[in-house]
């Protein structure tokens, strides 16, 4: 009797590169997770062509004003423009964090099926406290300048598989941007206004002086005197001298 067929040897089960399907585009599942960024965007994201100086298409509170256009007088003809480029200056942390919260969301909801998404989180979290940090020690414009040579550094990265860039300081581009006359100086402490002392108990009682007070002894515990010579037996309004 012929032995049985020996079986197949099981395959392992297959893990899709961290880009997946870049000619695809994004993933119905992933365009439902993020229904306010535009689909062009998100395949951009995750296909790592998506630009540094594009952070704001990911927030909404700069993107919707991009899409405006304005009547231009140019010679004798009015013209269609759109007016985006002042929205395209970051101006603080958080025209650059928030957005870039998003980004990261994105791409480690496109790299669940990866095994490297703990990993990739951890860089992700690195960069952003770096960037918090570097923020509060540089001026703004060398700190932004940094940001865009940093991400556009990593996108070139991260088309080769490799995120790990995300969780360490580029020494090359801190030092190209990042130099010690950037350096935010300590604001000079406001002096302070000396005030003047509270009154106190000791304080000669003012409606004595003015004639005014209801009794004596004082009601309010202030000795009376003539706030001129000192005197008991009469206020400044009666003084003599």
């Not at 899709?16 to 951009?44: D, H, K, R, Y």
């Not at 395209?88 to 964090?97: E, G, P, T, W």
């Not at 206004?193 to 202030?222: A, I, V």
């Amino acid at each position: 009797m012929p032995a049985p067929p020996l079986a197949a040897p099981s395959q392992p089960p297959y893990t899709p590169p961290l880009t997946g399907n870049t000619a695809a585009g994004a993933s119905s599942s992933l365009l439902s997770l993020f229904p306010e960024v535009e689909a062009a965007s998100i395949t951009a994201i995750i296909t790592h062509d998506f630009r540094a100086s594009d952070l704001y298409k990911l927030d909404s509170r700069y993107r919707d004003k991009t899409e405006r256009q304005i009547l231009s007088l140019k010679g004798e003809t009015l013209e269609l423009t759109t007016n985006d480029s002042a929205y395209r200056d970051y101006k603080s942390l958080n025209a650059i964090a928030i957005p870039l919260s998003t980004y990261f969301s994105i791409l480690v909801s496109h790299a669940e099926t990866s095994g490297k998404v703990s990993r990739i989180c951890m860089d992700f979290f690195k960069y952003n406290a770096h960037l918090i940090k570097i923020a509060s020690e540089y001026e703004w414009s060398a700190v932004i300048a940094y940001h865009m040579a940093f991400f556009n550094k990593r996108r070139r990265e991260m088309q080769e598989g490799d995120y790990s860039g995300w969780g360490k300081v580029d020494m090359e581009l801190r030092s190209e941007h990042l130099y010690s006359a950037n350096r935010l100086t300590s604001p000079p402490k406001a002096a302070r206004r000396s005030s003047p002392l509270p009154s106190t108990k000791l304080d000669p009682c003012r409606k004595f002086d003015q004639g005014t007070c209801p009794s004596n002894p004082c009601p309010f515990g202030r000795p009376h005197l003539c706030s001129k010579c000192k005197k008991s037996d009469h206020g400044a309004h009666k003084c003599p001298n």
